[in-house]
């Protein structure tokens, strides 16, 4: 798509950095801000995944065996909590912040020292919603998406700490947030229209837009939840004239733009992955760049259909039907513009690539189930139920995280400058495949037998399923510390990779060398 | 940081700062909403004048009345009766009965909550013990009325409207004021 | 029956014999004993059918691009890349099909939310973590909690066939009937689901929900709450009992005289005294029914949301204070009032049973006339 004509090598002999703890403390380099983003994602996901696997070991076999059902409900909120703020959100950012910068030929990110606060930030609010765990009364329980009047009259002493915890999270999600559109709007090299922009730029750009959107609105109805507990305020409580349902129109009204946050980059990442592997340039770039607008705009729009059993009224309820269906069409076209790209490619399988067809199948079954929810009628029998569990687990674990990991392993060369180990990166990736599948296929069926989400304990017709479950989870667990030895491996040495690593490959990017320098694009490249 | 990217900077912030508000905002709009709508069966916090409205003889409406008190409220709430059948745009009073069986003074506020939520637009309350807080003393009963009239416009297709009050236990946020009449009912 | 089979099947398996399968009780939706849950199960399949379709063709073609493009094949790359007469193509047909999806869909949605010209009323409450159901047609109201004992839940005794989806008192309703629900809630959000009659709604606080279902065939139908409540969200199950119309009747009267009798039995009570070893019986049986959830079978509780009523200073010493938050709850709190859930017997046993169990020893034996003259008030004390 575009071709570097002055090449811009000169970086290398001024590489100088800072070393020590003031090298990551004090950093404002887009690469080392990108890198800590990734780890401290990287060990979210263990943090999550543990809980994930209390969770799983507790619904092993029927009964009540490991935790009493209070420490459950903890473990399932701050899971959620974690996963959803703590790995995936900021491993987008993480990713971001490595890539965009060099992807656009910027010689940094725009606001370099409000990056370095948007990071640091991060681990404090993790560390006060992981310690009001071992507070008394223990940490949050109503779940993660703290439905009131459970998060506000009948919720512990902790909450406080919860919604300081929200906020932070929040703030810093906006800072990186502004930080992306700046660098996005400003800091192209000359020649990078809008559009010769690379998909994972214009995901991230309309991703942010949609977390300046929405974050604040999370900020107000924490701060709500927060005055309605503590400060006699009565938004949610029907005895002093609120209405809990508001809640839910509040939070869902961030909630499901906060969906597209956690898959848009995803997209991204995939559009980057199978044109590099297919050997054939993107099908339908632009159509990729107005169906992630329109899945953006939608996403205003769909924000009752996780409250069909509200009691809305029949009018509304087919509004918000009509809305979610029609979301499926320009997801459609994404998934159909995937194909075409691999038509008549000539296609390789490296792991980027296997986690790239991957994330295309398993995300297009957690798309179809959303289809399926959105037909109201069916979802009064399929809500809150392990159907909704499997479904949003295909589309965040075997969607983003597969993309993240896809990602990870695709520009893992660039970042280290070795290639990483293509036999364990495989065994990783067909590990991972089989037991994600184990995990979360047959929650479809459990969920339409009838089993409800986010319960301790269950009927007898569902204790195979679970064991059965239960096994995958733990399987997946497993797979993920082959991941870890693989990145370990990969930093620490391995055969040399290339400037341009992939075969395939076409961007910015991979006209650096590997590793990329320290600094990178000094002198804006010139792109025809 | 030049000139052009202090303006983003700035117009971004802004829209942080707006949507923020706009979450805030979402509170009145949804009362707005609402009253526009009938979502969540929420009837008017105002008395409406009684109109001289047309009464329609022809239709009959079912009036099913729930009154709950509150696991925490301790006083007794029931309606005299249960259901009553009133012609739209006929005024009819009915009353509830409260008894505070506890040796303390209770203060209690009535939830209004109608269903279908739609017919709620078509409810008009002309006065009702619901718009304000209720005391009452220790040992105390008193009937609590409720004035009303069903608009002739309501939709062929309700029949029957429910309309719920859960009493609640606000003895805590108790302001009395002169706008509260609810001293007269109780003594 | 309570066994599937399901989960000895290998993935590749399940994943092609998804639809076969599908028709498989324990492997999908129920088609429920109601016109509208068999509708709902028929739309559900359609979409499913429609989905698997889309499935097959996305999947197919990717599948041969990736057996057939493959460089180890020796292939030249193509050079297409945008198309827009493909792209028009693909984006129409996905919108026809979901006007399919749409038109069946609302048409069921419009048939349940008509909820006009019902025979019987009942009015669903519900509270941490109990159902409490009011007829409004009859003179009948109770509590329906969960009646699997705790020591199946902790594993001390083998697990019953129909394991936390029994209740001490179900819902009685008649068949071929028109049954309306109404639907609230004391605390938090709740939500009734029995998948038989295909009813969810939520139950939310101060505001008042409405379901309704025409049975067809007698029997017992089991569901769960499903909105997270709290700590035992997964311990309020539902059972509806279904009868026919003449036998419905006749449990009404025996409900409505049942439910008399308790009233006279409480006016028989205040003269008796009852002695400790009946009420510490009574009681316990009680307290692990409807306390021992929060604050535990030992009286531990779990601090500080439920404290220890062991050693507690209200059970060893202020017996007013014991019967005032029996009977009134602590407001602000999850401690209920449970002057209208439990009969005065219940009451004054549990209150008892608390002053005595698990160390406490006060000797105390309240007496129902103590509790009830609490309860009366009327500025005598």
């Known amino acids: ?97 490595w890539m965009i910068p060099m992807m656009i030929g910027a010689p940094d990110m725009a606001l370099p020292r409000m990056n370095n606060w948007s990071f640091w930030i991060l681990p404090f609010a993790f560390l006060i919603l992981l310690i009001t765990l071992f507070m008394p009364g223990g940490g949050p329980d109503f779940g993660w998406t703290f439905y009131a009047p459970l998060s506000t009259t009948y919720s512990n002493d902790t909450t406080a700490l919860f919604v300081f915890s929200v906020h932070i999270m929040g703030i810093s999600s906006i800072m990186g947030a502004i930080n992306v559109i700046v660098t996005i709007v400003n800091m192209r090299a000359p020649g990078m229209t809008w559009m010769k922009m690379p998909l994972f730029v214009w995901t991230w750009l309309i991703t942010a837009f949609l977390l300046i959107m929405v974050m604040p609105v999370l900020a107000g109805v924490v701060t709500m939840v927060l005055t309605d507990k503590y400060f006699a305020t009565s938004f949610f409580d029907a005895a002093g004239g609120g209405d809990p349902v508001l809640f839910q129109h509040i939070f869902w009204f961030f909630g499901h733009p906060e969906v597209y946050i956690m898959i848009l980059p ?4 995939v559009s980057a992955i199978v044109p590099t592997f297919a050997r054939k340039k993107l099908f339908g770039y632009a159509s990729m760049v107005y169906a992630t607008a329109s899945i953006a705009i939608l996403s205003f729009l769909v924000w009752a259909h996780h409250m069909f059993t509200t009691g809305m009224p029949v009018f509304a309820t087919l509004f918000f039907m009509y809305t979610t269906m029609l979301i499926a069409v320009p997801t459609g076209v994404k998934v159909f513009n995937w194909v075409a790209t691999m038509w008549r490619g000539a296609m390789t399988f490296e792991v980027p690539m296997m986690f790239a067809l991957a994330f ?47 990602a990870a392993y695709y520009w893992l060369p660039k970042w280290t400058g070795h290639m990483y180990d293509e036999k364990l990166g495989q065994l990783h990736f067909w590990c991972s495949l089989i037991s994600v599948n184990l995990l979360f296929f047959p929650m479809h069926f459990v969920g339409l037998a009838g089993m409800p989400r ?31 030895w693989v990145i370990i491996k990969c930093a620490r040495g391995g055969e040399k990779a290339t400037a341009q690593v992939w075969e395939g490959a076409e961007g910015l990017e991979w006209e650096v060398p590997s590793p990329a320098p320290y600094h990178t694009f000094g002198t804006p490249p010139q792109i025809k | 940081m030049n000139a052009k990217q202090s303006t983003l900077i700035g117009k971004l912030s802004l829209l942080v700062v707006a949507m923020f508000a706009f979450g805030y905002a979402l509170v009145p709009l949804y009362d707005v909403f609402c009253d526009i709508t009938g979502i969540n069966g929420k009837t008017a916090a105002e008395p409406v004048s009684a109109e001289e409205a047309i ?26 009766v249960r259901r009553m059948t009133v012609h739209p745009g006929e005024i009819h009073v009915m009353n509830y009965l ?54 002739p416009a309501l939709p062929a297709q309700y029949s029957t409207i429910t309309l719920s009050y859960t009493l609640y236990d606000v003895t805590a946020q108790w302001q009395p004021d002169e706008h509260d009449n609810a001293s007269e009912f109780g003594e | 029956m309570a066994k599937t089979r399901g989960w000895r099947w290998s993935l590749p398996a399940l994943l092609l014999a998804g639809p076969a399968c599908a028709s498989g009780s324990n492997l999908n939706m129920t088609p429920g004993v109601t016109d509208i849950s068999l509708q709902v199960y028929n739309l559900h399949m359609t979409i499913f059918w429609i989905c698997c379709a889309i499935g097959l063709v996305v999947f197919g073609a990717m599948f041969v691009s990736i057996l057939l493009h493959r460089k180890s094949r020796g292939v030249e790359p193509a050079t297409f890349h945008e198309s827009t007469k493909v792209e028009i193509i ?63 839940i902790e594993g001390r005794l083998p697990k ?58 007698p029997g017992i139908y089991r569901g769960q709450c499903t909105e997270l409540c709290g700590m035992d969200h997964g311990f309020m199950p539902i059972v509806v009992i279904a009868k026919e119309p003449a036998d419905f009747e006749i449990w009404a009267k025996a409900e409505e005289a049942r439910i008399a009798e308790i009233r006279e039995e409480e006016q028989r009570l205040l003269a008796l005294q009852m002695n400790l070893d009946e009420q510490m019986e009574l009681g316990e049986r009680v307290y692990m029914a409807h306390c021992a959830a929060c604050h535990q079978p030992n009286g531990e509780g779990l601090p500080p949301m439920f404290p220890a009523l062991k050693g507690n200073q209200v059970t060893m010493e202020d017996r007013a204070e014991h019967i005032k938050v029996m009977v009134d709850g602590r407001p602000g709190t999850s401690m209920a009032s449970f002057a209208r859930q439990l009969s005065l017997r219940e009451l004054t046993s549990v209150i008892t049973y608390g002053r005595n169990a698990w160390g406490n020893d006060t000797g105390d034996v309240v007496q129902a006339a103590e509790v009830y003259e609490y309860m009366q008030g009327k500025g005598s004390n």
């Open chain 1, 266 to 269: 995803a997209f991204g990442i």
């Open chain 1, 1 to 97: 798509m575009s071709t570097v004509t002055t090449a811009d090598h000169h970086d290398e002999h001024h590489d100088h950095k800072p070393t020590g703890i003031k090298r990551w403390l004090f950093t404002t380099n887009h690469k080392d801000i990108g890198s800590m983003y990734l780890i401290f994602a990287l060990v979210m996901f263990f943090i999550g995944g543990a809980m994930a696997m209390v969770i799983r070991l507790e619904l092993f076999q029927p009964g009540l065996q490991f935790v009493d059902p209070q420490f459950f409900n903890q473990m399932t909120t701050v899971h959620g909590l974690i996963m959803v703020f703590g790995a995936v959100m900021p491993a987008f950012t993480g990713l971001a912040n």
């Open chain 2, 98 to 151: 409260a008894e505070n069986p506890t040796i303390r003074s209770i203060v209690g506020q009535a939830v209004p909550s109608v269903s279908p939520g739609r017919a709620a637009l078509f409810f008009h309350k002309i006065e009702c013990f619901c718009f304000t807080q209720q005391y009452l003393a220790g040992g105390k009963d008193m009937l609590m009325p409720l004035q009303f009239y069903v608009d």
């Open chain 2, 55 to 80: 009464v329609d003889t022809s239709r009959e409406i079912t009036i099913e009345f729930i009154a709950r008190p509150n696991q925490q409220m301790p006083w007794i709430f029931k309606p005299e």
């Open chain 3, 160 to 217: 019953g066939e129909n394991y936390l989806l029994e209740v001490d008192r179900p819902l009685v309703i008649p068949t071929d009937k028109k049954v309306r629900f109404l639907m609230t809630s004391d605390d938090v959000i709740h939500s009734w689901w029995v998948p038989d009659f295909a009813i969810k709604k939520d139950t939310n606080p101060g505001f008042i929900n409405e379901a309704w279902t025409q049975v067809n065939e």
């Open chain 3, 90 to 152: 693909w984006t129409a047909i996905p919108v026809l099909i979901l006007i399919v999806m749409a038109i069946p869909a609302t048409r069921v949605l419009i048939a349940m939310e008509d909820t006009s010209d019902s025979d019987v009323t009942v009015l669903i409450t519900g509270s941490q973590w109990r159902w409490h159901y009011e007829y409004l047609d009859y003179d009948i109201n109770y509590f329906s909690i969960l009646a699997t004992p705790r020591g199946q």
């Open chain 1, 360 to 406: 295309i199948v398993l995300f297009t079954i957690g798309g179809l189930s959303g289809v399926m929810l959105a037909i109201t009628p069916a979802d009064f029998q399929y809500h809150d139920t392990y159907f909704v569990v499997a479904h949003f687990h295909y589309v965040l674990v075997s969607g983003a995280v597969f993309s993240i990991v896809a």
């Open chain 1, 454 to 484: 986010r319960i301790p304990d269950y009927a007898l017709q569902f204790a195979d399923f679970n064991a059965f479950i239960s096994v995958g989870g733990f399987l997946f667990g497993l797979s993920q510390l082959i991941f870890v």
